[in-house]
């Protein structure tokens, strides 16, 4: 779901002041990039976190073993130069020569190990999915669990050989291993730093997972194109240029990136040049960056979908198919598309966006049609006026629900027409709201959404739905099974077969209501040259510049 951390917007004055303190003391504006996204980083250690605002940062400063071509889904090498796998359990790696972390801690197969099995053998509150959402999502459970609900961990072991050769081991054949390695969440640490500064030091407060060592917050050390300098809270996030990587050096010097939650408040950051780019331009403001001639739109290809969440629980209303039916009838989401999105969203159908294998067009359509919501809830357990907890987020836009508010109102409206009675919660996006929706305590209905990691349906259907998780609070053992074989099919095409049929039957047992693809836009002065949007949200700015660089 990529989203953990709010921030209030910051007084325009405030911000200008900020600016000119970070670009005084010898860094011209031409090698000093100024970008705003819409909430700070949650933490800065990327095996802790799962949301796009931490990732804007944590891909500059870490790499994993295999990277996205930028703007594509398509893997290519990163710190590993090549792989191989005969059976799709043994992964081979290739790893790059005379790379070093950020403190000089040379990179090696040992320091690959090292990192995999650091989160292999998390223990204790870091096996709660507030804190390894990510591990939990592609790999499962843990060397030694210690929850029931956690399924045999699909990693195993790791095996170095020499300096740069490292095999990984996994229990089964995975298809989408590899190219779920790209996510920033298995980017490779200094195992020196880890240790040093208290990374595997850490304690659930309220049910929610915090680090208690200072490596998360002031030590994050990778060998990316970018080296951290200093992160404020509520103000920005510095880094500057890594004068030692291995490869192409970045363009521009320094990078600060501040957190604007307010949509309007980011697009005059940008038109007041307190900012040179901004992410997340909301579907009404595209025009007005059109019409200014020194402004410019970068389009992001849409790979995302929001829903909303049912979830299913000890007593629920939603533990009935019929009144999980009533609620799909009961949004009436193309209207919500229609009016919030600007003619940039389509109306999702099923949990994958049409672009991946596995999308198909037989899935149960679910139209708006109030009266047929309550025909079904008054032959359901849950009679009319059926009373539902409905929960959205504040003090956050996101690419795929780029004002909560707004989708919340209208969707309780025609929900309230279609037999529900309505009980709103709303809770601010860090730390509390996503960590509500992934234990399952945000009410009967939440807003959420994701953006994909890579490019297998995976990513979406059997991150969603592949085993028991708390958000959704339901076992299917037919759903489970098919998304596990799936999985584990070596043959592309029995793998569309097999994706295609579980679309079909996650659309009639309705664990969750999808409601749009969107295509989101960024904002930059025209001057900003090389910026690449990529499809997961995440973007690499080692090859930007500014001007005439």
Known sequence: MRGNLRKLALPLAALCVLV?????????????????????????DPALVSDGESFRVTEQIFESL?????????????????????????????????????????????????????????????QDASATYYWQTVFGGFKHNESADLSPSLYIGCTAHGKYSVTIHLRTPSGPFLPAQVISSFGIQSPTALKKYGADSGELRNGTFYPTGSYAFSHPTGTGPFKFVSWTVGEKTVLAANPNYWGPKPKIK??????????????????????????????????????NSKLKVLNRPSFNVAYVTIHQGTGSPMNDIKVR?????GLDRAS???????????VAQEFEPPQLFG????????????????????????????????????????????????NFEAFSASLEEAGFSVTAHSAPWRPDYVKHVNDGTAGDLNLIGWTGDFGDPDNFLGTFFQTYS????????????ILSKAEK?????????????????????????????????????????????????????????????
Not at 338 to 346: A, E, K, L, P, V
Not at 361 to 381: C, G, H
Request: proline residues 8%; contains cysteine; hydrophobic residues 35%.
């Open 20 to 44: 000119v303190a970070s670009t005084a003391g010898g860094a011209s504006r031409a090698t000093t990039l100024v970008f705003a996204g819409a909430a700070d980083p949650t933490y800065l």
């Open 66 to 126: 295999v990277k996205l071509k930028p703007g594509t889904t398509l893997i290519q090498p990163a710190l590993a130069k090549s792989w191989v796998s005969k059976n799709a359990k043994d992964w081979t790696f290739s790893l790059r020569h005379n790379v070093k972390f950020h403190d000089g801690t040379p990179f090696n197969a040992a320091a690959v190990c090292y990192n995999y099995n650091r989160q292999y053998n998390f223990k204790g509150p870091f």
């Open 254 to 291: 320094t990078l600060i990136i501040r957190p604007i939650a307010n949509n309007s408040a980011r697009l005059q950051a940008l038109q007041t040049g307190e900012a040179q780019g901004i992410d997340l331009v909301a579907p009404e403001h595209v025009g007005i960056i059109q019409s």
């Open 325 to 329: 039916q009533a609620v799909a009838y």
């Open 336 to 346: 919500v598309v229609r009016s919030f999105y600007s003619g940039r969203g389509q």
């Open 359 to 406: 999308w198909t067009n037989k899935v149960t359509k679910y139209t708006y049609n109030p009266t047929k919501a309550k025909q079904l809830l008054n032959s359901s357990s849950c009679h009319v006026p059926c009373k539902v907890d409905f929960w959205y987020p504040t003090g956050v836009s996101r690419p795929y629900m780029p004002d909560p508010k707004r």
């Open 470 to 481: 708390p958000q959704f609070g339901f076992k299917n053992a037919a759903i489970f099974n």
């Open 489 to 549: 099919q070596k043959s592309l095409k029995k793998r569309i077969a097999l994706y295609k049929q579980a679309n079909i039957m996650i659309m009639k047992y309705l664990p969750a209501v999808p409601y749009a693809h969107s295509r989101p836009a960024l904002g930059f002065e025209k001057t900003v040259k090389g910026y690449v949007p990529s499809p997961v949200g995440t973007d690499p700015f080692e090859g930007v510049s500014i001007g005439g660089q």
